[in-house]
């Protein structure tokens, strides 16, 4: 079974920046997506990032310009660099993956993911 184990979390000033990255052992054998999700405190987990093996890529309207996420399969790791940050980006981020390609209505729902990481927190100040 993918296990994934996220790293890089840290805490930085706004306008700052940190690279996260999600370590996966195993691997699936067909088409597979993983994605980025993050959760504050007393609000729902949301979809940050994704993207598969067929190198699509879809980002939440919050962080697109600013985040960029990249699957490096010689590594097994998923990445998400984090730039412009801004204090509302301050949550827990989670790695998560699941098999298939992405598709629009639910890259972005954790619901469809079954396979996740233990997250790290990332802390923006003003």
């Known amino acids: 079974q993918v296990q994934l184990v996220e790293s890089g979390g840290g805490s930085v000033q706004a306008g700052g920046s940190l690279r996260l990255s999600c370590a996966a052992s195993g691997s699936y054998h067909g088409r597979y997506s993983m994605g980025w999700f993050r959760q504050a405190p007393g609000k729902e987990r949301e979809g940050v990032a994704a993207a598969d093996s067929d190198a699509r890529t879809i980002y939440a309207d919050s962080v697109k310009g600013r985040f960029t996420i990249s699957l490096d399969n010689t590594k097994n790791t998923l990445y998400l660099q984090m730039n412009s940050l801004k204090p509302e980006d301050t949550a827990m981020y989670y790695c998560?993956?699941?098999?298939?390609?992405?598709?629009?209505?639910?890259?972005?729902?954790?619901?469809?993911?079954?396979?996740w990481g233990q997250g790290t927190q990332v802390t923006v100040s003003s």
């Open positions: 998560a993956a699941r098999g298939g390609v992405l598709w629009a209505a639910q890259a972005l729902g954790p619901g469809s993911y079954p396979v």
